[in-house]
T-cell receptor, first 115, second 111 residues
């Protein structure tokens, strides 16, 4: 596809269940970001992948959150034992290189609701 | 961790008014970007500023990067209802490795 694709677009899950969110970045983009956005708020950084380098996981809020990026392309964000405070829109973005002023292209997000 | 603070957090104005949104940090950034996000969509890049003191204009929007590359402003002239949205600044470090986003300014322009 032409842009960053995220799936599912909406996910409702019961408290305590695990969820997986998927991000398909733009082909050839080496950098991939996950952000979380609560209702009406800004973007909270979660994790950053750049090429084959070790990911920057400094934004993950707890050990219930993990992410992987297979083959330098598709990424999956996993939330284990979901809590109601995990409810938010999870945004994925990719960018083409390590250049200083590279634009980040965002997907439309996955709206997660934990009930 | 490099932090970016945006102000104001919320702004509600009438059509035709001017406004300025600020993005401040204690850290130096190699570049700074402004994004606009509409409901249900991901943020979309408006502009990138790279040089300290740089000013860029995009129709009614004027972006400025501070001389010390620690702050930026977005000025909108004669705001229109179509300008309504969440405005986010994002800074990139010297290695260009990671974008750090500010908390955003939610703008509502009433007709």
């Amino acid at each position: 596809g032409a842009g960053v694709s995220q799936s599912p677009s909406n996910k409702v899950t019961e408290k305590g269940k695990d969820v997986e969110l998927r991000c398909d970045p733009i082909s050839g983009h080496t950098a991939l970001y996950w952000y979380r956005q609560s209702l009406g708020q800004g973007l909270e950084f979660l994790i950053y992948f750049q090429g084959n380098s070790a990911p920057d996981k400094s934004g993950l809020p707890s050990d219930r959150f993990s992410a992987e990026r297979t083959g330098g392309s598709v990424s999956t964000l996993t939330i284990q034992r979901t809590q109601q405070e995990d409810s938010a829109v999870y945004l994925c973005a990719s960018s083409p290189s390590r250049q200083v002023n590279t634009e980040a292209f965002f997907g439309q997000g996955t709206r997660l609701t934990v009930v | 961790t490099q932090l970016l603070e945006q102000s104001p957090q919320f702004l509600s104005i009438q059509e035709g008014e001017n406004l300025t949104v600020y993005c401040n940090s204690s850290s130096v950034f190699s570049s700074l970007q402004w994004y606009r996000q509409e409901p249900g969509e991901g943020p979309v890049l408006l502009v990138t500023v790279v040089t300290g003191g740089e000013v860029k204009k995009l129709k009614r929007l004027t972006f400025q990067f501070g001389d010390a590359r620690k702050d930026s402003s977005l000025h909108i002239t004669a705001a229109q209802p179509g300008d309504t949205g969440l405005y986010l600044c994002a800074g990139s470090n010297n290695a260009g490795n990671m974008l750090t986003f500010g908390g955003g300014t939610r703008l509502m322009v009433k007709p």
